[in-house]
Nanobody, 120 residues
Framework: QVQLVESGGGLVQPGGSLRLSCAASRSISRINAMGWYRQAPGKVREKVAAIDNSGNTYYADFVKGRFTISRDNAKNTVDLQMTSLKPEDTAVYLC??????????????WGQGTQVTVSV
């Protein structure tokens, strides 16, 4: 079972940027889809973005045009570049392996995530 560790979160002002990284414990080259999710206090977890090995991507409507997902199979990482951040983007961000970029199901356990706080 591949372990995923998220990093890169922090406190940022509205309009700012952050880059999150998800590091896998082993090769992700044979893992078709990788994704980023988030969960805010008192809210359900939601999928933010996903990418497959062909470079196809999925973005939730609320991040389209602001966030960019990428993967580096040589480094076993999946990154999420976040720009134009809004207070409503505040959440714990987690990565996982969706069955496909469009699927709501994931294959792995959830990690601790990384906290992103957007505030003045």
């Amino acid at each position: 079972q591949v372990q995923l560790v998220e990093s890169g979160g922090g406190l940022v002002q509205p309009g700012g940027s952050l880059r999150l990284s998800c590091a896998a414990s082993r090769s992700i080259s044979r893992i078709n889809a990788m994704g980023w999710y988030r969960q805010a206090p008192g809210k359900v977890r939601e999928k933010v973005a996903a990418i497959d090995n062909s470079g196809n991507t999925y973005y939730a409507d609320f991040v389209k045009g602001r966030f960019t997902i990428s993967r580096d199979n040589a480094k076993n990482t999946v990154d999420l570049q976040m720009t134009s951040l809004k207070p409503e983007d505040t959440a714990v961000y987690l990565c996982n392996r969706p069955w496909t970029i469009d699927s709501d199901y994931v294959s792995g356990p959830w990690g601790q995530g990384t906290q992103v706080t957007v505030s003045v």
